[in-house]
């Protein structure tokens, strides 16, 4: 039976820090046995870019289930995040690549009346010997039912 906890946040600078905190203690107390740290510094990037790219972020959502964590950000902006390349002098930019390289998967659903859902996924155990923590990169998210959107 899926295990889930809703948080609610107001954009500011201390959410992406509180919504860390948050997750981390919900794997804990969940006893989620997968990479805790990639699976936090993974959720203080989508609150971050909740907040830099759309003003907002409203609800996050963890869920673990057989095994899978599932950490979901909505917010109110239509806008779908990209993977950008930002050069080697970039400051900015990265956080999706993140989210990609260390989740199983990832993507987004757009939310009835407005506003977006961003989701990554990891498992406990990697889908292959020596794969990243999250249990690999092969599966990438699709957007929210729209078939020729890929993230």
């Known amino acids: ?74 917010d109110r902006s239509d806008a779908l995040p990209r993977v950008r390349s930002p050069g080697l002098s970039g400051t900015t930019g990265r956080g999706l690549l993140l989210v990609d390289r260390l989740s199983l998967r990832w993507g987004t659903d757009q939310l009835l009346g407005g506003g977006k859902t961003v989701w990554f996924e990891m498992s406990e155990m990697p889908s292959r010997p020596g794969g990243p923590p999250g249990g690999g990169r092969g599966s990438r998210g699709r957007s929210g039912g729209d078939p020729g959107i890929f993230l």
């Open 1 to 74: 039976m899926p295990v889930s906890e809703r948080l609610h946040f107001v954009a500011r600078g201390s959410a992406s820090r509180t919504a860390r905190r948050a997750v981390r203690e919900q794997i804990a107390a969940k006893g989620w046995s997968g990479d805790a740290d990639a699976a936090v510094l993974l959720t203080g990037e989508l609150v971050a870019n909740a907040i830099l790219h759309a003003g907002s972020i409203t609800e996050l959502r963890v869920t673990i289930d057989d095994g899978c964590l599932k950490v979901e950000a909505d």
